[in-house]
């Protein structure tokens, strides 16, 4: 099992910034450790759940067209942390961020979600 632990969501005004942190634990990411994907998503009220961001633990990144330029996916590996820094937020970027990780031999893990609220 995978436990996913997101923070740093909160209330921010137009064009301020947010760092979201995701801590990864669990036995099982030791097994193929580049093996793993991780993303974000977010889900803002009465929306599907949307990708924002992905990476693997060799590093390549990929972003939804809407938060390219603005947001960076980093991980730490020695740390078993994800970030999500967000930059010039807007508030289309309202939403429930959630962190993913999955692997193609195992299953898919999801964190609880942490708010993020950008005001106008």
């Known amino acids: 099992q995978v436990q996913l632990v997101e923070s740093g969501g909160g209330l921010v005004q137009s064009g301020g910034s947010l760092r979201l942190s995701c801590a990864a634990s669990?036995?099982?990411?030791?097994?193929?450790?580049?093996?793993?994907?991780w993303y974000w998503y977010r889900q803002a009220p009465g929306k599907e759940r949307e990708l924002v961001a992905g990476t693997t633990t060799g590093g390549s990144t990929n972003y939804a067209d809407s938060v390219k330029g603005r947001f960076t996916i980093s991980r730490d590996n020695f740390e078993n942390t994800v970030y999500l820094q967000m930059n010039s937020l807007k508030p289309e970027d309202t939403a429930v961020y959630y962190c993913?990780?999955?692997?193609?031999?195992?299953?898919?893990?999801w964190g609880q979600g942490t708010q993020v609220t950008v005001s106008s």
């Open positions: 669990g036995s099982i990411l030791t097994r193929d450790v580049m093996g793993w994907y």
């Open positions: 993913n990780a999955r692997h193609p031999r195992f299953s898919e893990y």
